[in-house]
Each structure stands twice: as C-alpha cells, then as structure tokens.
C-alpha cells in the first residue's frame, strides 16, 4: 500500500482529516424553497425497506398536507437498466448506494438552503453521519434516518458470573469467545447443540462487511485516508497485513460459533443473543417487533441481562509506507467505526418534477419531528441525533432494559464521534466487491485456503471488476466516497 501522492492531494486529504468534509457545498443545484407543492402527488421509491416505506406513507398521510405515492422495490429492480422506472421525486435507500445512485444520476446534491435551514437541524445530527455518510464527493446529497454499527451485544448475566469485561481489543474477544466455550453454556437455557459462545453474521452481504469491521483498528492509519484502494493505481489493499491479520482471527473464532454463522444476518444473530442460544453476538439492537421467533428465554423475561459494548479495536495499527506495526496513538485508542453498514438515507430524486415539495419531504422524514415515528420502525436504522437520546427506546424497543438502552445511546453518539473510521464500499459495484469478499471469508472458514489466498485471490477479483467498471471512472468515485473531489 504505497502512496506517492502529489502534493497538491496530500494537502487536500490533509485538510478533510482536520476538518472533516465540507460543510458548505454549493447552493445552486435544487431551488433553495422547502415548502411543499399541492400540485400533484409526490411520488416517493422506497428500496430494500418495507416497513420505511409503510412508516412514511403513514406519517404523510396523517400529518402533510398532499398526497404520496409510495413505490416500494429493491435497489437492484430500481437500478436494472432493463426496466421501465416510474419517475420518482424522492429515494430512500440503504447508506452504503449513495455512490450508485449519485453517480448514475439518479439523486440530486441538496441546496444549502435546505443543508442549514431549520427544517434540517443539522447540527443535532452526529458527527460522522454529518461529515461523512450523507456526502457524496464535497457535497451533501442525503438526509439520514439513522445508521447502526455493528457492536458487541452480550449477555450481562453470564459474563458477571464468569467475571468476564466487554472484550475492547480483538485479542481480548478471541480470550472471551474462548472463556465463553469452555465455562458459559447455561444448560437451562439451551441445548447443547444449539448452544455456542458466539454468533457472527457471516451470511451473505455481511460475511465480508464483519470482515472489514475487524479490519478497520489494524487497517485505518491516521496519516493514510486511503484503506481498501491506492488512490493513484486502484490496487486492492484487502490482501495487505492488516485485512489477513482480521480474516485469521475469524476463523479462529469459527469454532465458538454457530456451524449456520455462514448464512447468519445481524437479525439472526440478534435472535440468537435474545434467545440465550448464545452469550456474545455481532449485531446492534432493534425492536422486538424484529425478532419474532426469539423464543421463550429472551432477556425481557429474564430481568434485561443484555449489555451492548462498543466494537473491539486495536492497541496496533499497520503503516502501509513502512510496513511495519506501530502502536496507536494514545488518543486513538478506542474502536475504528465502519460506516455504512446498514443505515437508510433520503435524497431528491434528479428527474424530480416536483422538487421544492420533494425536498420538503425528504427534510421532513429526516427532521427531528418525524424521524423519531418513522426511523425507528426500520430494523436497518438506529437513532441518529443528540435530541433523540432520551428516547432511545423508540428504537430498541424491549430488546433493552431501560438503563441498558440509555447506555447503548450514549455508545452511539460515542462511536459517531470517533476520530478515525472506515467506510464500507459505497461507490459503484458495492455488491460485486463485497460478494467476493464474502466468498473470501466463506473460502477460509471453511478451510479450502489460508487467508494469505483467499483474499490474494480476492484482490485480483476486485481489479477486475474495478477494469469493467473502468479504472478512472472507479478512482473518482473511491475519492468521492472518502469526500474528496478529484
């Protein structure tokens, strides 16, 4: 991973990690008006999210004056180039498509009007969802509705008994998963087969997602912005030290988990945590309404033993220059967030016919006001601004106890403040790329390779999907999703 940049982009990226990204793009690509229209319906695409889709036509409905139409579909019937799309005046959407759907022309950069304007109290929002996820290049094109990391959600009760701290490294979670295996099973809870100390989202779209969130504390350098690319040649770096260090360590934590990890979603592991079926999952917490099936041991029954802990991070970090590792600053200690793991977002549509009224809506849903009945009925969403954490339950529901809820909020806003942080890929090709690493991961579980080989492999993989894509048309959209501007 070596990085001769010039020094005209070393200033540049220099001042985005001081600074963060931009907070005052132009003003002159959506009229700066927010009032809404009465002329015609608006018409709202609601992707990979029914019940977002039901929450924002229910809260229209009853509260706007208008109508709405609501489209629901996925994002790959949305963006299938082989189908006729109705003309939409707004899209909601998972975090992690904002690329996509930005540099196919389908969303348009908010104005700064409506970026600083009541409607939008931008300052109540956290930190990296701020300054990072809702842009796109040194422009903001999104309103959030609240964007989960994976943490650390684990039964209090046995990890008390056991005498056992929130692992805060990953060395110290491998300790704990091996401690839970040997000593944990409470045999009134659950067989032993369907017991283990562990369940991780291995499944597919999250197998590679769990990947990079371990990767993050060794992979993300301080002086380097750059962490899944070379910004000057596009080479993959999910071969380097840092990512085989991450891929080594899952699978020697495999064997604590459930053998179905490799089709588990963080539904599933949260299902699995909630159930007593095992002591420590991978997830973030959600409403009850979420995990139907969590059986007759989840923790509400039990006294509220569940405890949410930050993600592990790294006391050592890798230096892509001097391929070495070094220890992490002291004021960097603490976990590397990843960013765009889940989360929905809400954008002005380019070929909105409509789009003072379609900026009111997107501000509206997003605002302090609305958010707070609508994101929380999307199990992709948590909350997302300093107003909303004392009402953090509208989120986690009974899934906490009260005192454990409040908790988990201050841990969100702790992790959004971070001062180091990894993006998920959020340019064009997210899925391609993330699908192989999820069979890089799935390849190394199941011992076909060592982990050296199954992400070399993967490397060469991601090159040639980022050929296809072409190599200048990817280089700006990887400088984009960092927020910088080629």
Known sequence: ???????????????????????????????????????????????????????????????????????????????????????????????????????????????????????????????????????????????????????????????????????????????????LAQKARPADRAPAAAWHALAEPLGPGWAGQVLLARAAGYARHRSYYATLFDLETMQPLIATPPFIKALEELVAAAPFSSPDAVKFTPDETRREVLAGRCAMSLTWPARRAETPDAGPSASVRDGGVLAVAELPGSAQVYHPENKKWEPRDRAELGSVPLLAVAGRLGSVAKSSRQPQAAMALVLRVAGAEWSEQISPLSPATTLFRASQLGKVTAWTGDFLEPPAAKEYAELVQQTQSRPLWLCSPRFPGRDRYLAVLDDAVHEAVRGAKPPAECLQAAAERWQTITRELGVPAQRTAYLRSLCMEP
């Not at 904002?98 to 700064?112: N, R, T």
Request: proline residues 8%.
């Open 1 to 179: 991973m070596r990085h001769s940049r010039s020094r005209g982009l070393v200033w540049a990226i220099a001042a985005v990690l001081l600074s963060g990204c931009p907070t005052t793009p132009p003003s002159d690509a959506q009229p700066t008006s927010v009032e809404p229209s009465r002329a015609k319906p608006l018409r709202v695409a609601v992707l990979d999210d029914p019940q977002l889709a039901q929450a924002i036509e229910r809260q229209w409905q009853a509260r706007a004056e208008g109508q709405i139409e609501v489209v629901r579909t996925t994002v790959g019937e949305f963006l299938d180039k082989g189908r006729a799309q109705p003309a939409v005046d707004a899209i909601f959407y998972p975090s992690g498509w904002i690329g996509q759907l930005a540099e196919g022309g389908w969303i348009s950069p908010l104005s700064d009007d409506a970026i600083h304007g009541p409607l939008s109290a931008r300052r109540d929002i956290f930190e990296l969802i701020r300054q990072q996820e809702v842009y796109w290049g040194e422009k903001v094109y999104a309103v959030p509705l609240g964007s989960p990391q994976l943490n650390v959600v684990y039964r209090r009760d046995v990890f008390e008994k056991l005498g056992l701290d929130p692992p805060r490294t990953w060395t110290e979670y491998a300790e704990t998963a091996r401690k």
